[in-house]
């Protein structure tokens, strides 16, 4: 069952532009179930924002901005079958040209290809996986955040640079997972380390055995292991890792990468952990989402999740903003659209957290370079950009400290 997202602002301007009953709709690609479905209150909160935001701004194209809620189900036992099922629905009804998500990279590869098919434009707000990038999607599938690779790729530079020369590898048997853990392997081989293990494991509620996982891994006692998963089966794993003797260096992906998980794995333990992120944001930018989300939402958020609301919001908005460049509320014009307000040249906006200005530029005629809280946002031939990375360390108290930034070319 789908659900709608709106906010009950005027419209204006734009009448000859407007679309037909006054509104444009979205699609909302989420998990409202499955194994990631933590991100949905986040998701749906975000598009809640974004609704407010866009229409406070005198809407699209003179209409009202509607989002429809749809549930990708990931990590289930029919794999990517929801999301396809909720695409060959959304492929029925032209009044639906645009989709927000999905947001696992399993269900976002799958999408990426009947939204190609189909002439719909999509942005996955966390499509991180690099398969993402070479489906056949017809230069229509596109992602809101920068390519995950690139945060493995300057981990397993730093550890072969701090002296770390074996390594070990534990995911979630997902295409994310099993892609990121390749190519920290692959990397860290390259540098001259060697990878003695790579571990994919399969959760279930019941069963689930987190120790037998933690001996594959710890088998030949590596220098360092690099862990991906989700809170919900990471977690026991986890738990399970703070009774262990294992003394190397362990590196968590950035779904693990919070406050939340120090305090439930011990924060003790925890002191020293390392993770791969974007680069921290501006404070003051910062601020304002956190604030704006709390104001729509009544419920505040902590730092270290205001980049993932930057990701959301970067979707939406630049999906908003080619529409309003295209001049009309059709797929392929907002495609042709979207690499002329998201690429430089043209007037630099921080958009997530200044959309009135970025959709003024765009409605003046002028250029606009679209810029994501973390880095400035160049597509490719591919529909991806890259970014510089942090190092991040947990400290004793759980908090997560920026260590270094590895600049994208230079230090990986």
């Known amino acids: 069952m789908a659900s709608l997202i709106a906010v009950a602002v005027a419209a204006c301007g734009g009448d000859e532009k407007k679309p037909s009953g006054g509104t444009i709709t979205m699609a909302s690609i989420l998990p409202k179930t499955g194994t990631f479905s933590g991100l949905y209150p986040l998701g749906t909160g975000t598009m809640a924002l974004a609704a407010q935001t866009i229409n406070a701004a005198g809407g699209i194209l003179g209409g009202t901005v509607v989002f429809e809620e749809f549930d990708e189900a990931p990590g289930g036992a029919t794999g990517t079958q929801p999301t396809v099922d909720v695409c060959n629905q959304l492929v029925a009804d032209d009044s639906v040209q645009v989709w927000i998500g999905p947001y696992v990279s399993d269900s976002a590869i799958a999408a990426g290809v009947i939204a190609g098919d189909n002439k719909r434009l999509m942005i996955a707000p966390f499509a991180g996986a690099a398969g993402y990038s070479t489906i056949d999607d017809h230069d229509y599938a596109f992602r809101g955040v920068e390519l995950a690779s690139a945060s493995v790729d300057a981990a397993a530079k730093a550890m072969y640079a701090a002296g770390k020369r074996t390594a070990a590898m534990l995911h979630l048997n997902i295409q994310a997972g099993n892609e990121l853990s390749q190519e920290f392997g692959a990397r860290f081989t390259t540098l001259g380390g060697t990878v003695l293990t790579d571990h994919a494991y399969t959760y279930t509620a019941s069963g689930f055995d987190p120790a037998s996982h933690l001996a594959a ?196």
């Open 217 to 412: 891994v710890f088998a030949g006692n590596p220098d360092v292991i690099y862990f991906y998963g989700s809170a919900t089966d990471a977690l026991p794993i986890l738990l399970a890792w703070n009774k262990s003797d294992w003394s190397g260096q362990l590196i968590l992906s950035v779904t693990l990468a919070s406050a939340q998980v120090a305090a439930a794995v011990g924060t003790a333990k925890m002191d020293g952990v390392l993770t791969y992120t974007a680069v921290p944001v501006d404070p003051a930018q910062q601020a304002i989402i956190n604030t704006a989300f709390q104001e729509v939402n009544g419920v505040s958020v902590t730092n270290e999740v205001t980049v993932s609301i930057d990701s959301i919001l970067n979707s939406v908005y630049l999906a908003a903003l080619a529409i309003e460049k295209a001049g009309e509320y059709d797929g392929t014009k907002a495609r042709n659209a979207l690499r002329e307000i998201a690429d430089a040249p043209g007037v630099q906006v921080i958009g997530a957290s200044n959309y009135q200005q970025a959709v003024d530029i765009v409605r003046s005629g002028a250029d606009l370079d679209y810029l994501g809280l973390t880095s400035p946002i160049e597509f490719d031939a591919n529909g991806d950009f890259s970014a510089d990375v942090s190092e991040r360390k947990f400290s004793s108290t759980g908090s997560l400290d920026v260590t270094r930034i590895m600049v994208n070319g230079t230090d990986f």
